[in-house]
């Protein structure tokens, strides 16, 4: 089986499925999963129907974005909820090893260069009574141009290539991140995410701004003060403080919010 030749880990990305084309690399994982070991890994060279957080749509073209997913199984039920901010955290620091630059997480797990949008993170649970199997889908905006933004009318995306000026690989780019989710995902498996907590809220815009948050219909504008051991947004609006634990929560000042 091929290997991505910078694989520092036990598990994440042993098992690897490498493919040209995919409908989408979460779907491929969990068609399959009955099939495949804990910590294998499927990545495409671009995805027909990419999905991501809320019901929307995430836009591929082949060679700019790198779309991968990892199969977790067994984790335990704790972990979770918080298992975009894991990522998100994973992320950033495989990035940052890789390529340098400072990469910031909007909660939940929005990866930020530049305070535009470099990667994408979708948790997806798959539960029956036989089968434990989580998806962590993750893509990477590598090689995006300018140009290329404008004409997917992305005006808050950025790429590792627009703010580095280099062209990563897509292998160096996945294994990077796998090497970092391992340690971090044993870490949280043994003390959960509180051991965590601090490197995620250093990284996270959100605190001390002020915060729209929206889904499920609902809009609420507040101030966000701290990320929860739960991994919740904790905000306050007049005198009430309250834990956010879904949806959107645009930062002002950040990304076409003001
Ligand atoms: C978001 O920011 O809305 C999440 C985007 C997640 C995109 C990745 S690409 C790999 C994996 N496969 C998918 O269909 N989605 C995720």
Redesign the pocket.
Known sequence: MEQLSQLGTHSLGRALIRLEEVD????YLKEHAAELPHGAVCMARS?TD????LG?R?EDRPGLTL???VLLRDLPRNLLPVLPLVTGLAVCRGLEKLCGGDFRLKWSN?VLLESKKVC???CENRSSRFLDSTVV???VNVAHTAADFAELNLVYATSLHLVTGKLHESAAVCASILNQMEPLLEICVQTGFASIRDAYKERCVNIGREVLVTGGGARRRGMCLDVGEDGSLICQTGEEVYPVFSGEASVRGIMGYF
Do not use: A, E, M, V
């Not at 989408?24 to 779907?27: C, H, I, K």
């Open positions: 989408s690399t979460n779907d995805q990419g999905r991501g957080r929307k995430w779309p991968f997913s929005d994408g993170i979708l889908g993750i893509g």
